[in-house]
């Protein structure tokens, strides 16, 4: 027998999908806020959320008689027709929220309109919708949640620890603030003010604030744009890449989301500049027009797609690219804003430590720079770094055939010299190359490649460009395919280990290259390990040349594939870690 399920199990299911957690509740309610156009909004929790959430803001209210809508499912005042599902501008347009949120909590909304005289007030607990009752208020609107999920215990046994969910509640509301620098946010956990972003703060200041105080000086401009859309924004310096992907934000039209060939592709354009399993820091906002963006994919609106994937994404490498290669930082930031005294800097990513408690642990990859590259106490912001092999003394020290050691303008340095070595090929390379079309090598007789199909298909798409790199390959009928040459770089390596490399990316086509310079950037690396030969004891003759080759790298700090070339110590920090200073 089918029945239709009544309302109530109906919003107890679109719960499930809208609100996952406190801070699931959170966002629908900032972002209501921010659709009714508040320009002040304070976020009240206690017990991680569970307990309570309020949500006051000065905007423009609800009309009495809409109260009786606001918890009913599919009731919105931002979309009117399906048209309009077309072009969405706001945040929300589901007319879900409130329906879910009513449904597995108590709430209570009051509100005014500017022009009304008086405010009113409902409640709706667990799905049972109260009177309309007339209360004071001030304009704007206050809403209410409390004992969430009581009526759903398996929900509300999922929940982390008050604290867990309040750190959720407290970085979620740091990335919605991002982007609304217009608007004053404050969060209040407990009774204890946590955050407090004040109005017309800098976007870098918002950021440094939220992410701590490493990224002040560290954060390079991106900005670029093609046809109607732009991309803006900040690029963290590569060495504070991270282990997780949770520092990749992206706004399109200020709404916090993902979309995959997005994310894959500001991760190829900075590929290079990255360790192995690092993921990119950013904070970018994407501006395309509404109605070539679909927003409507996801519950939580979590995910967004475009109508020019390709378009965007070119657009997002391009301008990462642009940004990491300059390496412009933002005007100085400084490590402290109004907002971050009171804000709680949670210790475990606030800055480095004094000394990383990983430093001597041998299972894990040495730190990056295992001191703090800025203290409080030096200059708030740094000028990008300098070759450190600008000024160069006499003497070097070669230290177990692999590390050189001498005396930088300030402090020690430390090279890795195989690192360097790759560094210098690869720039030379690029220089040789840059603007001409790579030799081929062709084959005698052509290889024959048999692929998986997609591989094959990716392969046949990505023809033009593949040729451009000196890779001729054509289709051979079925699941094969024929290479006729091979870049003459490359000479030495079979066509097949060739493909394998080219294709060995994760099986996720979109994070393959497929720009011409991301596919001849990989033919040069590839070229790179063929021609370094680890272990190698270098003359002092060829120490001194390579040293003097590398007074002129575009990119002195990093070996092609992402590892540092040098560790600098400066005076300050021998200094601070033999205690001669503190
Ligand atoms: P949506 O945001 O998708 O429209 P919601 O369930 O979140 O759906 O909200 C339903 C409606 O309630 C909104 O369309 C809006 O008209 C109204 N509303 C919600 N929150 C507020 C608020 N803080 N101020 C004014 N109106 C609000
Ligand atoms: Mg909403």
């Known amino acids: ?55 006051l803001d000065d905007g423009g209210g609800f009309a009495p008689e809409d109260l009786r ?58 799905g049972q919708l109260g009177e309309l009752r007339p209360a004071a208020a001030a304009p704007g609107t206050l809403i209410e949640v409390r004992d969430l999920f009581f009526n759903t215990p398996a929900r509300r046994r999922f929940l982390r620890t008050p604290q867990a969910e309040r750190a959720r509640i407290h970085e979620l509301m740091q990335k919605l603030a991002l982007v609304r620098l217009d608007v004053d946010f404050t969060l209040v956990a407990d009774g204890q003010p946590l955050l407090r972003l004040p109005a017309g703060t800098a976007f870098e200041q918002r950021v440094v604030t939220a992410f701590g105080r490493e990224l002040a000086g560290r954060l390079w401009s991106v900005e670029r744009s093609s046809g109607p859309y732009t991309v803006r924004g900040l690029l963290a310096d590569p060495e504070l890449a991270r282990r997780d992907s949770t520092r990749e934000l992206l706004w399109i039209n200020g709404r916090l989301a993902r979309e995959r060939a997005a994310t894959a592709a500001i991760r190829q354009a900075m590929r290079e500049s990255l360790m192995g399993g690092r ?24 995910e967004v797609r475009f109508v020019e994937s390709r378009r965007v994404a070119g657009l997002l490498h391009d301008a990462v690219r642009a940004a990491a290669q300059q390496r412009g930082a933002v005007a100085a930031v400084g490590a402290s804003d109004p907002g971050s005294a009171i804000a709680e800097r949670p210790v475990a990513r606030s800055g480095f430590p ?31 770094r300098p070759n450190p092999f600008a000024s160069l003394p006499e003497r070097f020290l070669q230290v177990h055939d692999l590390w050189l050691v001498f005396a ?7 090279v890795d010299q195989h690192a360097l ?6 720039e030379q390379l690029c220089a040789r190359d840059e603007g001409r079309p790579a030799r081929i090598q062709r084959l005698l007789v052509p290889e024959v490649v048999e692929l998986a199909p997609r591989d094959k298909a ?27 040459g091979i870049p003459a770089l ?29 596919i001849q950037e990989r033919f040069h690396s590839m070229a790179c390990r063929a021609a370094v030969r680890s272990g190698d004891r270098l003359q002092p003759a060829e120490i001194t040349a390579l040293v003097e080759q590398a007074r002129t790298l575009r990119h002195p700090h990093n070996c092609p594939h992402g590892r540092p070339t040098t560790l600098n110590w400066s005076q300050a920090e021998l200094e601070r870690w033999f205690r001669r200073r503190t």
């Not at 004094?354 to 295992?370: E, N």
């Not at 930088?408 to 430390?414: A, F, P, R, S």
């Not at 000479?491 to 310079?517: C, K, Q, V």
Request: with cysteine; net charge negative; aromatic share 6%.
């Open 458 to 484: 990716w392969l046949l798409e990505a023809a033009e460009a593949l040729a451009e790199s000196g890779f001729l390959v054509a289709d051979f009928g079925g699941l094969a395919v024929a290479v006729h």
């Open 279 to 302: 993921f990119p820091v950013y904070f970018l906002q994407l501006g395309a027009p509404p109605e070539l963006v679909d927003v409507n994919v996801h519950p939580a609106k979590a």
């Open 69 to 126: 809508l606001a918890f009913a499912s599919h009731a919105t005042s931002k979309l009117a027709a399906l048209a309009d599902l077309d072009h969405i501008a706001s945040l929300g347009f589901r007319g879900e929220a409130l329906a879910s949120i009513g449904a597995i909590a108590r709430c209570r909304i009051v509100s005014r309109r500017a022009g009304d005289t008086a405010g009113a007030e409902i409640r709706c607990d667990g």
């Open 421 to 426: 070595h790759e560094r210098v090929l690869y």
């Open 1 to 55: 027998m089918i029945r239709v399920l009544p309302p109530e199990v109906v919003n107890q299911i679109a719960a499930g999908e809208v609100v996952e957690r406190p801070a699931s509740v959170v966002k629908e309610l900032l972002e209501n806020s921010l659709d009714a156009g508040a320009q002040r909004i304070r976020v009240e929790i206690q017990g991680g959320g569970a307990e309570r959430i309020a949500v």
């Open 354 to 384: 004094d000394l990383p408690h990983d430093l001597f642990a041998r299972d894990r990859p040495p730190p990056v720079f295992p001191f703090p590259r800025s203290s409080p106490t030096d200059a708030p912001a740094e000028a990008p």
């Open 490 to 518: 490359l000479a030495r390596s079979s066509p097949r280990a060739l493909l394998d490399t080219l294709l060995a990316d994760p099986d996720d086509e979109e994070a393959r290259p497929r720009a011409r310079a991301a």
């Open 408 to 414: 930088g303008t300030d402090g020690i340095v430390v």
